[in-house]
């Protein structure tokens, strides 16, 4: 089958460095995203990742490792605006997004 | 119109009524998807469609109905709604030249959907 494995939460402190995990389990794979969600409002590309290694953009990191069926979302030098949910979503041999049920990231000052 | 667009913003409808969603896009993508989004849950896909004339299911198609006449729209219609399809539905579209690296979704604010 597959499946989408996130923790449904997680809280950071303004200002620090949080890693958000994701590991899947998909028929076939064709790459990997990240998506950002604000409460009440439609996801946003984040991040893609087809080749094992970390791609960096700003604060913001991917990584990728195709064997151990895992990547994670590293944020750094969190703002309050990163409070959101954080949706892993690797692409299937369909070339179907499978969704996973993302991960509410809470930041406090 | 920038990007994609759905109406109505959101919708209160009586059990058994038809409802028609829309989904419009302007930037000539190939591809188009219904989500719905329950809380708790990932997105799910309804129905997708790789490009203008064709159509197909997704995960929870049932008691869903699109079609894709021209590249720019994608309504959804639900025939006859039950209260179970209570959600937030999001209209999305991608690129979809067949690299997986034009596949990104883009997606548009979403419609909430409460069924009585």
């Known amino acids: 089958g597959q499946n989408i494995d996130q923790p449904t939460e997680m809280t950071a402190t303004e200002g620090a460095i949080v890693q958000i995990n994701c590991t899947y389990q998909?028929?076939?794979?064709?790459?990997l995203f990240w998506y950002q969600q604000h409460a009440g409002e439609a996801p946003t590309f984040l991040s893609y990742?087809?080749l094992d290694g970390l791609e960096e953009k700003g604060r913001f990191s991917s990584f990728l490792s195709r064997s151990k069926g895992y990547s994670y979302l590293l944020l750094k030098e969190l703002q309050m605006k990163d409070s959101a949910s954080y949706l892993c979503?690797?692409?299937?041999?369909?070339?179907?997004?499978?969704w996973g049920a993302g991960t509410k990231l809470i930041i406090k000052p | 119109i920038a990007g994609i667009t759905q109406a109505p913003t959101s919708q209160i409808l009586a059990a058994g009524r038809r409802m028609t969603l829309r989904c419009t896009q302007d930037?000539?993508?190939?591809?188009m998807y219904w989500y719905r989004q329950d809380l708790g849950l990932g997105l799910r896909l309804i129905h997708y469609?790789?490009?203008?004339?064709?159509?197909g299911k997704g995960e929870v198609p049932d008691g869903y109905s699109v079609s894709r006449a021209n590249t720019d729209d994608f309504p959804l219609t639900l025939a006859s709604a039950v209260p179970s399809q209570t959600s937030v539905y999001f209209c999305?579209?991608?690129?979809?030249?067949?690299?997986?690296?034009?596949?990104?979704?883009?997606f548009g604010p979403g419609t909430r959907l409460t069924v009585l």
């Open positions: 979503a690797p692409l299937n041999s369909n070339y179907q997004l499978i």
């Open positions: 990742n087809v």
């Open positions: 930037m000539r993508h190939n591809a």
């Open positions: 998909t028929s076939g794979f064709n790459g």
């Open positions: 999305a579209s991608s690129v979809a030249s067949g690299s997986a690296s034009t596949d990104t979704q883009y």
């Open positions: 469609s790789n490009t203008a004339g064709t159509t």
